[in-house]
C-alpha cells in the first residue's frame, strides 16, 4: 500500500517560523543597530575604494590563491605544501601592513586632517564661497590664456590637507588670485615658471614649490613631471591640481589620486565650482 504523508503541516510550521523570525528580528530593531549597519557600510566602502583607487586587484587574488592552496592542502594532506603555506598566512597581516605602508600612511593623514573642522557662521560661509568663486573665475582666465599659448602650469587648490610642507618648499606670496599673476608666473622666462603655485584661503600663498612625484607604477608612461607631480600630490592629500601641459596645452585636474585629462575652460570651472566652492563648508573652512 503506498502511503501519502500529508507535508501542508511541516511547511505550514516552516512558514510561520521563518516570519516568526522576521518579526521577531524586525521589532527588536534598535537606532544602535542602523548605526553599527551604517558605520560597517562606510568601512567596506572606504576600504573598497582605498583598493580600487590603487588598483591592488592582483594582490588581492594572490591572497585568494593563497587561502585557496592553503584549503587544498588540508583537505589532502600535503604536508609540505600547507606548512610554507601557513607560515605565509600566519605573517600575512604583518606583510600588508609593511607591503602598503605608504598606502596606508596617506590614508591616515586623510583622515587625520581632513575628520576635524570648525563650525562657521552662514555669514563667513558665504563670503568665503564669493571669495572662492571669484578665484576660481580668474583661475579658468588664467589656465585657458596658459593652454593656447602651451605654457606649461601646475595649480595646487588646498581644501583641507595642510601643505605647509609644500608652501615651504616655495617663495611665499599671499597675493590675490588673479590672472595677470598667474600667467606672469608661469612664463617659461621667469623664475618660479618650473615650480607649482599653492592656494590657500582663494589667496595664492606660494610659487616654485616643489611636489611629491607619485610612486605608483600603472602611470602612463608618456605623462611628464608636471602630471606625475599632480598625482603625487593628490594622492598625499585632499587637494585638487590643475595641470596645464607644455607640450600640448592639454587642461588636466589630479584628483583624489585620479588624473582626468581633456578638460575645457568651461568644464573646469564646472569642477572647481563643485569641488571647491560649492563644498567650501566642510572642505575649504577651517
Known sequence: MIMFQNTSGSLGDA????????????????????????????????????????????????IGICLVTL?????????????????ITRYGA????????????????KIGSGSIGSIKTIRERTKRRRLYSVAIDHICVAVKELSLSKTGALIVIERTTRLDDIVDTGVKIHADVNSFLIRNLFFNKAPLHDGAIVIEDAKIVAAGCLLPLTRRTDVDSDLGTRHRAAIGMSESSDAVVIVVSEETGMISVAYDCTLTRDYTPDSLKLFLNKTICHNVSDAALK
Not at 584549503?71 to 606548512?83: D, E, H, K, M, V
Open 15 to 62: 512558514f510561520l517560523s521563518f516570519f516568526g523570525f522576521v518579526g521577531h528580528a524586525f521589532f527588536a530593531f534598535t537606532i544602535w543597530d542602523a548605526i553599527d549597519i551604517l558605520v560597517l557600510t562606510a568601512i567596506l566602502f572606504f576600504i573598497f575604494r582605498f583598493l580600487n583607487t590603487r588598483k591592488l586587484v592582483a594582490i588581492l587574488v594572490g
Open 71 to 87: 584549503l587544498i592542502s588540508s583537505l589532502f594532506g600535503l604536508t609540505a605544501l600547507n606548512y610554507i603555506i601557513s607560515g
Open 94 to 109: 604583518l606583510a600588508l601592513i609593511i607591503l602598503f605602508q605608504p598606502e596606508l600612511r596617506e590614508a591616515l593623514e
